[in-house]
């Protein structure tokens, strides 16, 4: 007889055949996260997710700082995508104090977001190569990334954590003969873009390792609530920056790009695609922006938010990306929520990996397009 | 297209970069070429000038201890202190000037924007490392130096490809 286990405790009945596997939580991929995956052989039978590795207490700090004091930390969660998450922080602030944007500001802040998304899509397929073994895949984007931080740097003087949008406007007028220089660049990686089909998208060997696995079909990603690309790449004709177009989308000619297949292939299609997309946007808004003008309408000094609260959304590179803001007529928010894409999409982790072979996880969990960091806040 | 036809294709569009030239910044030997002298800002019309955001610069004829950088700093990295000063100057009567510890620094330049004085701006050095921690801490005549920089690398663009300088 074994001694009675204290109440409320339970030991786990382990199957023979089962076996679990830590997957993390020292850096599976880019981020510490842990996935807790039970294997009977070769196939997964179960997937855990264990997120909060990360958790920085962003929302929390952002309650003792003042609205433009929490710029730089705000942007830290995703260093590589900091115009997209500062963006919806600055349309919230404008709404709550009541600010003016100018024209010319709009343009730039759209020009600098999509610059951003490029970089940190060409960041995230880095990573997504290395993970199925294609060290060229590696290589490739994260030189071509170069050309972006290279423009972003012109524009606001730091490689990544740029601090460039600020609520108001952005920071500094573009450096001259910028846009030349950033169609020139653009140009040029939209031909190089195109390298990427041969090498990595019409090979094989990807296709034989991503097509048809992890396959989340359309109600399922509507009913789990994935947003960005996984719920594009299964059907879904859902981008904010058409449905809900913030400062100049509107004006601007792009597509949102969709695919019905919903399997790993498509996940990782996706944002390849809306490269060509971003590279459109921002010669688009290069053509449109007003020439001179004004960048950035002046804050009070310590500017007081009033007894109000609002939400604001963006389209990030990982999905929508939101800011709750509740001020109580102090300098500094009383709340701050941020509502992330990369959180959204890991919850059908478990519903892709069920029964999946075990070497395709780290396509399908890279596929995700989720970000650890932005994830734990 | 058949599986081996499609190997071959990537392999080839692989093999074809051999010839191209590299992309790759050799960086101690080469260095990036930025736009302007530094982030710098103009406190009349509330907008910055495009430039790196590297260490700053302090005039000191133009310093007058109001503070605005450190409070500035506050919250965000605590990296400005103000110290006293063995100068005279007839604007800053407390002769107290920032001193920047680079080791808490997030360069985020917001300071600059504070500064109604044309007193602190951002230059184009961002080698900073050094072997102590104290090194890190910049007095306000170490901010003063103008840094000497040889900076000419830029990318360019042909035919052939991005290269490096």
């Known amino acids: 007889m074994t001694t009675p286990l204290p109440p409320g405790i339970q030991l786990e009945k382990v199957d023979d055949r089962i076996m679990t596997l830590n997957v993390g939580p020292q850096h599976p991929g880019s981020g510490h996260m842990r996935l807790i995956i039970k294997v009977d052989g070769d196939y997964i039978v179960s997937c855990d997710p264990d997120p909060g590795y990360v958790h920085r207490g962003e929302e929390k700090m952002a309650e003792y700082r003042n609205y433009v004091q929490n ?16 963006y919806p922080y600055c349309l919230a602030v404008e709404e709550l104090l009541g600010i003016e944007v100018p024209e010319r500001a709009k343009y730039i802040r759209v020009i600098a977001s999509e610059l951003n998304r490029c970089v940190y899509t060409l960041y995230w397929l880095a990573i997504y190569g290395i993970f199925l073994g294609h060290s060229t895949m590696f290589m490739w984007p994260a030189g071509d990334r170069e050309l972006f931080i290279d423009l972003l740097e012109a524009m ?3 490689r990544v954590t740029h601090a460039y949008l600020v609520p108001g406007g952005i920071r500094n007028d573009l450096p001259a003969n910028f846009e030349e220089r950033c169609l020139r660049q653009v140009d040029y990686f939209e031909k190089r873009l195109k390298e990427y089909q041969a090498i990595f998208y019409k090979n094989p060997l990807l296709i034989s390792r991503t097509e048809g696995t992890g396959i989340l079909s359309r109600t399922d990603a509507i ?81 007081k938010g009033g007894n109000d609260e609002v939400y604001k959304r963006v389209e990030s590179g990982r999905g929508s990306l939101g800011y709750y803001i509740v001020s109580n007529n102090r300098p500094e928010p009383y709340r701050v929520k941020i509502s992330v894409g990369s959180f959204r999409n890991l919850i059908c982790m478990p519903y892709l990996l069920k029964g999946e072979l075990l070497g395709n996880m780290p396509s399908v969990y890279w596929g995700l397009n989720y970000w650890p960091v932005e994830a734990d806040r | ?103 808490k620094c997030v360069f985020c330049g917001l300071c600059v924007d504070a500064c109604p004085f044309y007193a602190l701006y951002m230059t184009n050095d961002y080698e900073l490392s050094s072997f102590t921690k104290s090194a890190l801490i910049y007095t306000p005549a170490q901010l003063a130096l103008k840094p000497k920089i040889s900076q000419d690398v830029e990318i360019k663009i042909d035919d052939r490809g991005a290269t490096h300088g």
């Open chain 2, 1 to 103: 297209m058949s599986t081996a036809g499609g190997i071959i294709k990537a392999l080839n569009s692989g093999v074809k970069h051999l010839a191209v030239r590299r992309f790759t910044l050799r960086y101690p030997e080469q260095k990036l070429k930025f736009v302007g002298d530094g982030f710098q800002f103009n406190p009349e019309t509330g907008v910055g000038i495009a430039g790196l955001r590297g260490r700053h610069i302090l005039y000191h004829e133009h310093c007058t201890g109001c503070q605005l950088c450190s409070v500035a700093c506050e919250g965000i990295a605590e990296a400005i202190g103000m110290v006293k000063v063995n100068e005279t100057w007839k604007q800053n009567k407390k002769a107290i000037m920032p001193q920047i510890d680079y080791g």
């Open chain 1, 223 to 303: 009913r789990l609530g994935t947003t960005g690309s996984v719920l594009r790449a299964s059907g879904v004709d859902f981008d904010l920056r058409k449905k809900e177009p913030y400062d100049v989308y509107e004006n601007l000619d792009f597509e949102t790009v969709v695919r019905k297949e919903g399997d790993s292939y498509a996940r990782s299609y996706i944002p390849y695609l809306e490269m060509f997309e971003s590279c459109r946007i921002i010669k688009d808004a290069i053509r449109k922006m007003p020439k001179s003008g004004s960048v950035r309408t002046k804050l009070k000094p310590n500017p």
């Open chain 1, 156 to 158: 606001s003087g730091a």
């Open chain 1, 71 to 86: 710029i730089p930390h705000l942007e830290r969660p995703v260093i590589h995508d900091s115009c997209n998450i500062l």
